[in-house]
């Protein structure tokens, strides 16, 4: 008996392999993501730093007007830095959506065609045991067919009947 062969075997290949594209594309969003999410926490931290910084310098009394203008324009440099950055990470955020559903579309395309082709397998076994039972049954009346002309005199239907209990 042949073994099931699926045709479209290929195209589970390239399912699979597209399925894993997008992975791949989704792990660098999320890992970029993760990077400016880093950065950004950086520049809230550098901003506390700085704050705490003033208020020691004020506290000692050591603050001046140009120092405390280099802190508010250095402060400010880094609010823009944030700002950039939070757009970058929402754009990145809005990336990442579109690729998880093109990662579940791609996953949804592979589970298909794998649902097809174990559809196709089911049918190809159950042709092939209704070929086998047609066979069978072919060789079973050839069987009858053969005893009968080797035994002309033995009548199936009687032989049965009276193999029977009697009641």
């Known amino acids: 008996m042949a ?32 990077e400016l999410e880093d950065q950004i926490n ?14 020691d310098l004020t506290a000692q009394g ?3 007007g140009p120092l405390l203008l280099m802190f508010s324009g250095y402060q400010e440099k880094i609010r823009k830095e944030i700002k950039k950055l939070l757009e970058l990470l929402a754009l990145s955020r809005r990336e990442e959506a579109k690729e998880r559903l093109a990662l579940r579309k791609a996953v949804t395309d592979r589970r298909i065609m794998e649902k097809f082709k174990e559809n196709k397998k089911l049918a190809w076994r159950a042709e092939t045991l ?3 039972q047609e066979q069978m049954e072919e060789l079973a009346a050839l069987s009858r067919a053969k005893r009968n002309l080797e035994e002309p005199d033995a009548d199936p239907v009687t032989d049965n009947q009276s193999r029977r209990p009697i009641d």
């Open 62 to 64: 050591r603050i001046t």
């Open 3 to 34: 073994s099931f062969k699926f045709r479209l075997e290929f195209m589970i290949g390239l399912r699979k392999r597209k399925e894993e594209e997008a992975a791949v594309k989704l792990a660098k969003r999320l890992a970029s993501i993760r």
């Open 130 to 132: 209704k070929t086998e």
């Open 42 to 55: 950086a520049c809230h931290l550098k901003l506390a730093e700085m704050a705490d910084e003033i208020s």
